[in-house]
């Protein structure tokens, strides 16, 4: 199995930063790609941003030149760096990522627990 821990959330003023972080653990042999996903209440799910192995990243519209991801390979990690908060960016963001196991050749996609992040003077 895998699991995917997610840390960084919480409450910021509007135009202020925060950096999640999110590490998957397992019996991993390989990681495909990594990304975040939001849920605001009352909404769908939406995608963030996600990143591959070789660092090739795709960005929401609304977060473009906001928020960067990153990827450490080593640490089977991804990070988050989100500046310039708006309200609208309040939301639950989970990590995801598509995971090929020890034990199964094919991959599959891991969800974290999700963190809160909240935009709010």
């Known amino acids: 199995q895998v699991q995917l821990v997610e840390s960084g959330g919480g409450l910021v003023q509007p135009g202020g930063s925060l950096r999640l972080s999110c590490a998957a653990s397992?019996?991993?042999?390989?990681?495909?790609?990594m990304g975040w996903y939001r849920q605001a209440p009352g909404k769908q799910r939406e995608l963030v941003a996600t990143?591959?192995?070789?660092?090739?990243?795709n960005y929401a519209d609304s977060v473009k030149g906001r928020f960067t991801i990153s990827r450490d390979n080593a640490k089977n990690t991804v990070y988050l760096q989100m500046n310039s908060l708006k309200p609208e960016d309040t939301a639950v963001y989970s990590c995801?990522?598509?995971?090929?196991?020890?034990?199964?050749?094919?991959?599959?996609?891991?969800w974290g627990q999700g963190t809160q992040v909240t935009v709010s003077s």
């Open positions: 995801n990522a598509r995971v090929r196991t020890m034990q199964l050749p094919a991959p599959y996609d891991y």
């Open positions: 397992g019996k991993i042999f390989s990681i495909y790609y």
């Open positions: 990143i591959t192995s070789g660092g090739i990243t």
